[in-house]
């Protein structure tokens, strides 16, 4: 296990405690522990080694009597700035960006998040080849470093960055076009998209899961943990239920303040289920005193990409954990009691359908197939056969009743879900 110390450099623009846990969380995903963390407060970074030259120092002693086989910064450095640190410090110096690119590279594993985060990886490497060199060359301790995704070794000659740029440009391109097609054969079929977003280890996962279970779909569960980047990847689930109309639900990867700029742009593609949702289930962890700052990032992402004006429910978990009654105003539930999530349901349904009608259909022989639908995706209460067509009373969604209005004999609004 590689130890390491972080260090923190107090700026004023961002609460240095909590960024600094954020920071351990980060280590911990990456299997790195941390020995100390060392902060300064300072009114702007210094140019050559970051924090100033006596909290080098004070570093430096640090490293020595720990023993420590890095240091990890809270921040992201110029290339200058690694590699002066590292020539002082003896030591390999990693970014919160590389830090967090390295989790990525560790655990992606299906085929897109592979190349967004090699894509994401060469670009971060590009502009910093000078700096990194020595430590991506380095030998023995802190391999993982070194290493891309699939455990290739990453290449640190200009030339085959920017030939590895190329190639997974046009790779992703690839996979975009599959994605494109696989989208538009989803809204020639009409079924709506949601969206799970939200900040890291904020209970996305898990709502996903509790939305399965509540629908009793069996072993179509997502991998859910108390880790920060437990997913990696969007996951789509389908949602049909006898009587309801159908919808599909996606999970995706979180969200983190100061993500590294390469990482938003390169996780687009992976990304680009969002902007094309009808709904955002916005996640927040309820009861993180940070959570302010979180809903915050993740507006913003929506925003970079063009995802902020789709509907927006905001959900806050951890509801269980809640010392008093969640407050009336706010959509709160509980992934570990299952409380509300058949309201979240509801709420879902309602978003996307509209609200519930009780309808009377006078379906004609000739259109008998629609019999079938309606048995499918609506609450049929009666089905009549008559001489000269089928009689249907029937419970559905506003937006169902489209390809039934030639045969509407009544509808009328029903509280009766
Ligand atoms: N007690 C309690 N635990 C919850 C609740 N929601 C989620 N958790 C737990 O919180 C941890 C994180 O949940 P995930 O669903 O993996 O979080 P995520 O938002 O998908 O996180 P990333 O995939 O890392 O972005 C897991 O251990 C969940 O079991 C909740 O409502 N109550
Ligand atoms: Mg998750």
């Known amino acids: 296990m590689d130890k390491a110390i972080l260090v923190g450099l107090d700026l004023n623009q961002y609460n240095m405690t909590t960024s600094i846990k954020e920071l351990i969380g980060l ?14 407060k300072a009114s702007r970074p210094d140019g050559a080694t970051y924090v100033g030259s006596g909290k080098v120092l004070e570093i430096k002693q640090a490293v020595d009597a720990l023993n420590a086989d890095m240091v990890i910064f809270d921040d992201e450095l110029s ?19 590389f830090l967090i690119l390295s989790i990525f590279s560790k655990r992606a594993k299906t085929k897109g998040a592979v190349l967004e985060v090699s894509l994401a990886q060469q670009k971060y490497l590009l502009p910093r080849l000078i700096g990194m060199g020595k430590i991506l060359s380095r030998q023995g301790g ?30 992703i391109k690839v996979l975009e076009t599959q994605r494109d097609t696989s989208r538009k054969t989803r809204s020639s079929s009409n079924i709506p998209l949601v969206s799970l977003v939200g900040y890291t280890n904020a209970g996305k996962s898990a709502t996903l899961n509790q939305i399965l279970k509540l629908f009793e779909i069996d072993n179509k569960n997502v991998f859910e943990k108390d ?29 983190l303040t100061r993500l590294p700029h390469e990482f938003i742009k390169s996780f687009k593609s992976t990304l680009s289920e969002v902007s094309n949702s009808n709904l955002i289930l916005h996640i927040v962890n309820g009861i993180d005193p940070e959570k302010a700052l979180h809903i915050q990032t993740t507006l913003d992402v929506l925003k970079e990409l063009n995802a902020d004006a789709i509907n927006q429910i905001t959900v806050y978990t951890h509801a269980d954990l809640l010392d008093e009654r969640a407050p009336d105003y706010e959509f709160w539930i509980s992934n570990k009691t299952g409380y509300h999530i058949q309201g979240l349901v509801e709420s879902i349904y309602e978003v996307l359908f509209g609200s519930m009608i009780s309808t009377k259909l006078e379906i004609p022989y000739d259109e008998q197939h629609l019999i079938h639908t309606l048995n499918e995706q609506t609450k049929v209460l009666n089905t009549e056969y008559l001489n000269e067509h089928i009689l249907v009373s029937t419970l559905m969604y506003q937006k169902q009743l489209e390809p039934y209005k030639p045969y509407i004999v009544k509808t009328g609004y029903s509280n009766n879900l």
């Open 79 to 97: 290339p200058a700035q690694i590699r002066n640190l590292e020539e002082i410090l003896d030591t390999q110096i990693i970014d919160r960006s």
């Open 227 to 255: 880790m920060l980047f437990a997913t990696l990847d969007t996951t789509a689930r389908r949602i049909t239920k006898k009587g309801y109309p159908t919808f599909i639900i996606t999970d995706t990867i979180g969200f």
């Open 142 to 171: 802190g391999s993982y470093n070194a290493k891309g995704p699939g455990e290739t070794k990453l290449e640190l000659d200009r030339r085959t960055i920017e030939n590895n740029i190329t190639k997974l440009e046009r790779q």
């Open 27 to 40: 280590a911990k995903a990456l299997n790195i522990e941390v020995l100390l963390t060392m902060t300064q």
